[in-house]
């Protein structure tokens, strides 16, 4: 099969090239490229144990690939001196799958955990501030900050999760299942939220997902990984042009149909109301 996307991109904010990740015999990766380009939302899809948050973990240091290179913002990522990594990871934001949140501590403790992490000198005024603010920014109520994760919903635990990862005001954010065990009204809310955030921020944003609304709804390319390596990358419609059979499957199989069908209509539905002045655009038809 041809592969979408092998050309080198010039505006990539993350280079990946001849990645090869394993564990013990098992290997989880080989000669893995890939390009995230500044200002989009890339889809990560593939089935389960292809290693997509292996990739994810390797390219925010948290796992050491055993060949390759990996580059953030110009910057090659694997085996920097401590402070030099410093630098570069304060330029991007992780919200882990479930939100990760540290229980003993409050939304607003969490949020300050990394701003405390990387300016250790900031106020305990300016910390309660900028967390505050970040609070908000993810709709979360303001009265959120003094609560504990265990108060909280599963849709607020991630929102909780997301401010923590917008703490730094990063170019860059990767989300993994943000909305893995959401409802599907929270999990769209998220989606909105995910789409409004980066369009203010101008965000770059590394989504991986195995919700096809998701991905037809906010994702303005999609990466599959099979066969340890990204076989394609490109929009739903380029990659429904190929033929493979996991991508037709998923893409094509009955939820992926129902997932296009639903969009097709929210698109419609939102898209009749904002000609009718009662609300805006969908974010499907904002990011057209
Ligand atoms: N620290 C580790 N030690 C050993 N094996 C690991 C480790 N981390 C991941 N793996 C293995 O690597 C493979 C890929 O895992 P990964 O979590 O990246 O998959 P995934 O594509 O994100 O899956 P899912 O969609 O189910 O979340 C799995 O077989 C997993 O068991």
């Not at 305990?124 to 908000?136: C, S």
């Not at 999609?222 to 033929?243: C, F, M, N, Q, Y």
Request: charged letters at 25%; proline letters at 5%.
């Amino acid at each position: 099969m041809d592969r979408l996307d092998m050309s080198d991109d010039t505006d990539a904010i993350i280079r990946v090239r001849g990645l090869k990740n394993q564990f013990g015999e098992q290997v989880i990766h080989e000669n893995l490229d890939l390009d995230v380009r500044r200002g989009e939302i890339l889809g990560v899809v593939g089935g389960s144990g292809t290693g997509k948050s292996v990739l994810m973990r390797s390219i925010i240091g948290l796992q050491t690939p055993a060949a390759g290179t990996i580059e953030v913002f110009g910057e090659n990522t694997i085996g920097r001196e401590e402070t030099e990594a410093t630098e570069i990871r304060k330029k991007w934001g992780v919200l882990f799958q479930g939100g990760a949140l540290f229980s003993t501590l409050t939304v607003a403790e969490n949020v300050q955990v990394p701003l405390k992490e990387f300016y250790p000198k900031l106020k305990p005024a300016l910390l309660e501030e900028i967390a505050g603010y970040k609070v908000v920014m993810t709709g979360l109520p303001a009265n959120a900050g003094p609560k504990y994760p265990s108060e909280l919903s599963g849709g607020m635990k991630k929102r909780a999760g997301l401010a923590r990862a917008l703490a730094l005001d990063p170019q860059l954010l990767f989300l993994d299942e943000p909305t893995a065990g959401l409802d599907p009204i929270g999990a769209a809310a998220f989606d909105e939220l995910t789409a409004s955030l980066q369009k203010t921020l101008g965000l770059t944003v590394f989504l991986i997902t195995h919700d096809l609304d998701t991905l037809h709804a906010i994702c303005d390319r999609v990466a599959v990984l099979a066969d340890r390596k990204v076989i394609a990358v490109g929009t739903i419609d380029e990659l429904l042009a190929l033929d493979h059979p996991w991508i037709q499957e998923y893409f094509n199989g009955p939820r992926g149909r129902a997932a296009t069908d639903a969009q097709d209509r929210i698109a419609k539905a939102h898209d009749h109301n904002r000609d009718a002045g009662t609300e805006p655009a969908s974010p499907q038809a904002q990011r057209r």
